[in-house]
């Protein structure tokens, strides 16, 4: 009997003694955490997780849990991440953190789909979790959820607009991000950037009294959220740009380097995948042999080549067999450091900057300006081409590709504006009529030497994109 007493005498007395130690590893690791130093946090909590008792949960073990879950996502550990956060939920399926950490850790790893199930969780344990109503509005956009989508960032819009309830988290200033959230609810209306919901009738339940939440039309709600974007930061560059474009703003000569820069650092992770697999874009090839059509293959051999608005380097790399030396040219650093990432050595040498700037700096002495779908986000044409007319050789050439408008567009526009040159498309990209490419030509002393109209060079929503891809020859000096 005394022994069966002692026995279980030492088994409380040992019990107790992990407890102190998982609390003192517990305390090592927070202040791990708080110095900095994750990985000294990592080797302290998982000390602490390796003490509890799985037999007797103690509901303290959740914290423990997410911290390392945290610690771990610091050192570049998503998946190990992912899995303390999902133990932290079995001790208490109720924690919200831990749902809204799994979803961040799962939406960095690009499981969308699994981090939407993570954020929609944690929205409905705490209906005024913004952050978690936000991002998961956010994934479902990228998953082409626009419907969804839509509703997401009226709940969001609704929990910061409110005054009744503070919000889980309040921003100390609201208005940026109330900016950027009507910017991605007009976005998702606009079918994502295509344009592609618009003309539809959009029912959600809108949670801004301006709506009533009826089910509207989605183009005239497009123009309203933006238009509350834009009232909230007037800075947001991206949002004038889309208001611009489906008001039709004709005075809008170019869009601003700050929409540009700001889309394709957003968009540089993930820019092939959705230009090439998504939407079925192959204007970079067919711009590639087209040129060695219009100039015969066994005549390409260029000096100096600018592959302006680079990208990743799509098109740039069908041209480094006939460059002896390439640049690439982009305003986004972020979308060269991915070209870089993915085509090592591809360019001679990057620009970071207006490429109208950068193209006029080389004084002369480019012998081709290849531009395979950048110069979309040009209206007016003229001080663009007078920089490849000062930055291109006597006899060096330019080819691009350009999008037009449909053909229904471009009948009504022929009737109420016969003097139309672009317009600012839904997708706010520009669309160019092919009169108007050949008298900026003309006017800059370039020649046109080669065209082609292209049909179905992408695809939007299902339906085919219409363009232009032309190739000149400077035959006038500046």
């Known amino acids: 009997m005394r022994f069966a007493v002692f026995t279980m005498f030492l088994v409380m007395a040992v019990s107790v003694q992990a407890v102190k130690e998982k609390d003192i590893f517990v305390e090592k690791g927070v202040t791990a955490m708080e110095e900095g130093d994750m990985e000294a946090a990592v080797r302290a909590l998982k000390a602490a997780t390796d003490l509890i008792d799985l037999e007797t949960p103690d509901p303290n073990d959740q914290y423990i849990y997410v911290n390392l879950g945290t610690a771990l996502g610091e050192i570049g550990q998503a998946a190990l991440s992912a899995a303390q956060y999902r133990k932290a939920i079995d001790v208490n399926e109720e924690n919200v953190d831990a749902h809204y950490f799994l979803g961040l850790t799962l939406q960095d790893m690009g499981r969308n789909r699994e981090a939407a199930d993570a954020y929609a969780s944690a929205a409905s344990l705490d209906r005024m979790h913004w952050e978690s109503m936000s991002n998961l509005a956010a994934v479902l956009l990228d998953l082409f959820d626009y419907s969804s989508s839509v509703a997401a960032f009226s709940e969001t819009i609704g929990i910061l607009e409110q005054r009744e309830v503070e919000p889980t988290n309040a921003p100390y200033d609201p208005f940026p991000i109330l900016s950027q959230l009507y910017y991605r609810r007009g976005m998702a209306l606009s079918g994502g950037s295509s344009g592609g919901n618009q003309g539809g009738t959009c029912v959600v339940q809108a949670q801004t009294q301006e709506l009533g939440g009826k089910g509207v039309d989605c183009g005239e709600m497009a123009k309203f959220s933006f238009s509350k974007a834009v009232a909230y930061d007037e800075r947001n560059e991206a949002a004038k740009h889309m208001l611009a474009a489906l008001t039709a703003d004709a005075t809008m000569e170019r869009a601003s380097n700050s929409y540009v820069k700001g889309l394709f650092d957003d968009y540089a992770g993930n820019f092939e995948q959705s230009l090439v697999h998504e939407l079925g874009y192959n204007g970079f090839q067919l711009l590639r042999t087209f040129v060695g059509e219009v100039l015969g293959e066994e005549n390409l051999g260029f000096g100096l080549v600018v592959d302006a608005g680079c990208g990743t380097g799509l098109v740039g790399n069908e041209f480094r067999a006939v460059s002896r030396t390439l640049v690439g040219m982009d305003l986004s650093k972020k979308i060269i450091d991915e070209a870089k990432m993915k085509r090592p050595g591809l360019y001679d040498r990057t620009y970071i900057g207006d490429i109208v700037e950068g193209i006029r700096a080389e004084g002369g002495k480019i012998d081709l300006v290849i531009a395979a779908d950048s110069f979309i986000y040009f209206g007016d044409l003229l001080a663009l081409f007078e920089s490849i007319r000062d930055g291109v050789t006597m006899g060096g050439h330019v080819a691009f590709t350009l999008e037009d408008v449909g053909k229904e567009d471009a009948r009504i526009l022929d009737n109420e504006r016969p003097d139309w040159r672009w317009k600012l498309t839904p997708s706010g990209r ?26 179905n060079f992408r695809f939007e929503n299902g339906v085919g994109v219409l363009g232009h891809m032309v190739v000149a020859r400077k035959v006038q000096g500046g």
């Open 430 to 455: 520009f669309a160019h009529r092919k009169g108007y490419i050949e008298d900026v030509l003309k006017a800059t002393g370039l020649v046109l030497v080669g065209y082609e109209a292209m049909v």
